[in-house]
């Protein structure tokens, strides 16, 4: 039996954070652990353009993440590492998907309405954003889209572009199904908010024991119970539920503690990932392969797809 096939991505518009790792990368390490899927990893550039417009900073950013995902675990021999621009069947797609999909549909898109309601001028780019994503999913018939939950809509544009697609042209796409697990799909940041680069509320997930130290210190607390909120949710990531108990129970309003307790753990947790990164980072050619190699093979799916979707409307 073939395997099922399982694709994301994180757009390189910043250093991630523990958010990223809890609600969508260490999801990815799981299924490329159980090998019951092939595993796509993307960095998403090109949709990463509309937020950074700025050519040092987007190559910067691109290999910086290309790192990270090596650090956490991805690993090139057994899934494929990508890198959406080097593979331009994604904007060929979102090209001819957008010849079927209407104005008003993408105007119902959380992050056009947002905008909208902040009075922003919305590019093109932002506007067709989910239709790109349609088309990074669709090029490799995907079952599974493991995300955060600020996604899911995306996934619903993508069920829907394939649907449309198939009604349209006749069945060529699989309808993707987005992974999201409950628990954690929502961490929330220093603030309490959804932890995002961009509220500014993050513990990077590469952090400095100094950086670690500035966030913690950073959690907003109130003193009107026991318990400081902000700092258990954060905090039970890393420890069982019994663990927590025993620590919050035993430190009833202490929060300095509390808040030292939740450093050493992090401090934990991140130190060997930090200190792995450094390693990779040494080796751009090394890094440098790992991309040509990815892009030849996504490239080589891709581009299969791509022609049965060209047949599909009458271009080939
Ligand atoms: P950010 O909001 O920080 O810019 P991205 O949009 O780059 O994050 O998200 C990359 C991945 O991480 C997506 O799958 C997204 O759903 C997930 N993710 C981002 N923030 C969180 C969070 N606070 N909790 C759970 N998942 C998250
Ligand atoms: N929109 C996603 C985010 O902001 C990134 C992304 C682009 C993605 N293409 C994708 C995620 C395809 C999953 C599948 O995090």
Known sequence: MSKKILLSGIKPTGRPHIGNYFGAMKQWLEFQTVGQYDCHFMIADYHALNFIQNSDEMRRNSLELIIDYLAIGI?????????????????????????????????????FKDAEAKDKEISAGTFNYPILMAADILLYNTDTVPVGQDQKQHIEYARDTAQKFNNTFGETF????????????????????????????????????????????????????????????????????????????????????????????????????????????????????????????????????LSEIKTAIGVI
């Open 174 to 305: 699989k309808l993707p199904e987005a992974l999201i697990i409950k628990e954690v799909a929502i961490i929330p940041g220093t603030d309490g908010q959804k932890m995002s680069k961009s509220h500014g509320n993050t513990i990077p997930l590469f952090s400095s024991r100094d950086e670690i130290v500035k966030a913690v210190m950073s959690i907003v607390t109130d003193s009107s119970g026991d318990i400081p909120m902000n700092v258990y949710n954060i905090h039970k990531l890393f420890r069982s539920e019994t663990e927590m108990k025993t620590l919050y129970d035993n430190n009833k309003g202490k929060y300095k503690i509390l808040k030292e307790a939740l450093i050493e753990d992090l401090d934990l947790f991140i130190k060997p990932l930090r200190e792995r990164r450094e390693e990779i980072a040494k080796d751009t050619d090394t890094i440098k392969k790992i991309l040509d190699d990815g892009a030849n093979k996504a490239r080589s799916i891709a581009d299969k797809k």
């Open 75 to 111: 690993d090139p021999k057994r899934s494929v590492l990508f890198k959406q621009s080097d593979v331009s069947a994604h904007t060929e797609l979102a090209w001819i998907f957008d010849t079927i999909t209407t104005m008003p549909y993408l105007m119902r898109a959380h992050a």
